[in-house]
């Protein structure tokens, strides 16, 4: 498993495109902070460079390294939530332009589950994550659900060497307002 991480790593590092078993779905990831990378991924779904991706941190305390503002609501919701739980939060800071919302707003994960928690870690930085399908299609559960679009043309593939969850689920959105008003765009 360590080796695999550390190709994964340099890839990351490289501004490569990984796709890896996320703690909810199969995802697309790479550097936050690589504006191409992430065009990479937008041509690689498909999908309108007007919808934003999610990225991922290993630990809450990363919450103020990429976001401008977090309000108070969000400690306590990201710490206890029980699935896996993104967060939009107002204004996002430090990751690449194109990664934001066309409102300047962020969308972050704190992870849980250990395997890809350890990949993030390990990078010592967010990650994108958005769903590894062509945009339109369904999100992919399992490797085999995985367009040959996506496998053919992402830089590296990681696998969870425990097997995959076959009952994986996208997880549920929230979105945060300054003044702790909240709305949930999908649980």
């Not at 107002?90 to 409102?103: Q, Y």
């Not at 010592?124 to 490797?143: C, D, L």
Request: glycine residues 6%; proline residues 5%.
């Amino acid at each position: 498993m360590q080796e695999d991480y550390k190709k994964a790593l340099e890839h990351l590092r490289k501004g490569d495109v990984v796709l890896y078993p996320s703690d909810t779905i199969w995802g697309l990831g790479c550097d936050v902070r690589n504006e191409k990378a992430v065009e990479k991924i937008f041509q690689l779904k498909n999908r309108p460079e007007n919808k934003a991706f999610i990225i991922l941190i290993s630990k809450i305390e990363q919450l103020s390294e990429y976001v401008v503002q977090v309000p108070e609501i969000a400690w306590n919701l990201v710490e206890f939530a029980e699935k896996p739980l993104t967060v939009i939060y107002p204004k996002g800071k430090n990751v690449a332009s194109n990664l934001l919302g066309p409102d300047g707003t962020i969308a972050i994960r704190l992870l849980k589950d250990e395997f890809c928690k350890g990949l993030v870690y390990r990078f010592e930085r967010a990650i994108v994550s958005t769903s590894a399908n062509i945009s339109g299609q369904p999100s992919p559960k399992i490797f085999t659900d995985i367009a040959p679009e996506i496998t053919e043309n992402v830089d590296y593939i990681l696998q969870n060497p425990k097997g995959e969850n076959k009952n994986a689920q996208a997880s549920q959105i929230v979105k945060l307002g300054l003044g702790g008003d909240f709305e949930f765009i999908r649980k």
